[in-house]
């Protein structure tokens, strides 16, 4: 699409939004039950699509996907009323009679920028809050997953209306003529780096963003705990989607004193999870490209294999690697991993470990296995991360209640359930006062009043 294309498309968009065409309640219903038919009647050309770019299974691509929008979906249809109803607050003396409410105002025309790694799920989620709070849209999935892209591209506009919404396919070129244009929102997902680029771009007008981003999350395995189910819930949320998952735990900082014992486990449980050679598993994913496959070899190269890494390049497959031999100086703890490595380091107690992770940026998400209520409480005290497990990984970005976000260099912002709502939106303060009684107190000249009273 040309500069020119988009210019018209932001305008005819606008003109809709200015009509007033998407913020009936009835409306937003009808958009959001079509979009949920859409994740419905194609989830198999969904899943073909996702397999096409990533290797998925069709089962992964439901879990981690299209039952995740789903459920989303069926969440917001559900609260919808209660989270966009006015809420009334009261009113001080002085300014009686009257009354004031907050209302929840769409903000207008959204952006939405999306990445590849859960490509149909980081394109369709921001757009539920979007529809749910009024707003027109235009949708930019990543060009990275080019099949995903072009699916959505075909069946957005034949699901919700294409007056209001519009998916526009491109790389960077378009995704700069875009960020030109003048958004009354952008909700971008994607990397820190490019995080930068679109915040300055949204400076310009003023436009307030959403960004959805990255970074190294994380892991830390104290001594007294289960290392039998932490090794089951660390090896899960690191290897799906072959390690290309925002919150994936990136590296695990263990107590020297479980060290062998963790390292054994996690090679036995991705034996378990995938099978002597995990690139014959279905449950297993590929490397999106070949450039993000090159720099997971090399990054490889930090730190010692326990378990054997084999790789493909033509097939883009790295196999699942713990990595030892790791510091804290080594090339894979500058950078997100974003793939199936996983270095792990041992700490001599876990005050340790906090102070390691304080040192560093703040993650998207946190994860800290222990019994210790004390270590629990510290590292909810005295850490930050956009959001944090405890005894789990990945887990909390299921629960609609919680919201979804980073801080500092892992986003600003947060949306699922009605956080969404609140991303999509605006309190709006309106105060409504009665025409009489219009006592002349509050009116100049107030000299002469002041000396009256
Ligand atoms: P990407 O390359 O697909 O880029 C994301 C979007 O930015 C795309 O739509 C792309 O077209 C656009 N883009 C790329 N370069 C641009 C530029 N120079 N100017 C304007 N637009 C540009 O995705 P990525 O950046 O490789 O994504 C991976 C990162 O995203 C990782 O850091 C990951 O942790 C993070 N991520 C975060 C979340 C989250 O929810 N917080 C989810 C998934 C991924």
């Known amino acids: 699409m040309s500069p020119d294309e988009i210019a018209g498309l932001v305008t005819r968009l606008r003109d809709q939004y200015n009509a007033g065409c998407s913020r009936p309640i009835k409306w937003r219903r009808r958009q959001l039950r079509a979009l949920r038919q859409l994740f419905v009647e194609r989830e198999s050309a969904l899943a073909d699509a996702l397999t096409a770019d990533l290797g998925k299974s069709p089962l992964e691509s439901y879990l981690s996907e299209t039952g995740l929008l789903i459920s989303e979906v069926d969440h917001t249809l559900r609260n919808l009323t209660r989270w966009i109803r006015p809420e009334s607050v009261s009113t001080p003396l002085a300014l009686q009679p009257g009354r004031s409410r907050v209302v929840r105002s769409p903000l207008g025309v959204a952006l939405i920028l999306s990445a590849w790694n859960y490509p149909v799920l980081l394109a369709l989620s921001p757009l539920i809050p979007c529809i749910a709070a009024g707003n027109c849209a235009i949708l930019k999935p990543s060009e990275v997953a080019p099949a995903t892209s072009a699916l959505l591209a075909k069946l957005v506009p034949d699901y919700l209306d294409p007056e209001c919404f519009a998916v526009v396919e491109g790389d960077v070129e378009v995704s700069t003529s875009l960020l030109q ?124 294999p326990l378990n054997e890494l084999s790789s493909d390049r033509e097939q883009r497959y790295i196999s699942p690697t713990v990595l030892t031999e790791v510091t804290a100086d080594s090339p894979v703890m500058q950078e997100e991993i974003f793939g199936p490595l996983l270095p792990v380091l041992a700490v001599e107690d876990m005050q340790e470990a906090v102070r390691f992770v304080q040192a560093r940026e703040r993650p998207l ?34 629960n609609h209640d919680l919201p979804f976000g980073g801080i500092g260099q892992s986003g600003i912002g947060q949306y699922h359930g009605r956080w969404g709502i609140e991303a999509f939106s605006q309190p709006r303060a309106v105060y409504e006062h009665r025409l009489r009684p219009d006592p002349p107190l509050r009116y100049p000249p107030f000299e002469q009043k002041s000396e009256e009273v």
């Open 181 to 304: 244009q003048r958004f009354d929102k952008i909700f971008y997902t994607g990397s820190a780096r490019v995080g930068r680029i679109i915040m300055e771009a949204a400076a310009k007008h003023l436009t307030p963003v959403t960004l959805e981003l990255g970074g190294k999350s994380p892991c830390l395995v104290g001594k007294h705990v289960n290392l039998k189910v932490a090794a089951r819930r660390i090896v899960s949320g690191k290897f799906l989607n072959a390690g290309q998952t925002c919150v994936a735990p990136d590296y695990v900082l263990v107590h020297r004193e479980r060290e062998p014992q963790l390292l054994e486990l996690l090679v036995r449980t991705i034996k378990d999870f995938y099978g002597e050679d995990p690139k014959q598993s279905r449950d297993y994913s590929r490397i999106i490209n070949t450039d993000h496959f090159d720099r997971l070899i090399e990054l490889a190269r930090s730190g010692q």
């Open 365 to 398: 998400s946190m994860y800290v296995f222990t019994k210790e209520r004390d270590l629990i409480d510290q590292v909810v005290a005295e850490t930050h991360s956009g959001g944090l497990c405890i005894n789990d990984t990945v887990m909390h970005l299921a």
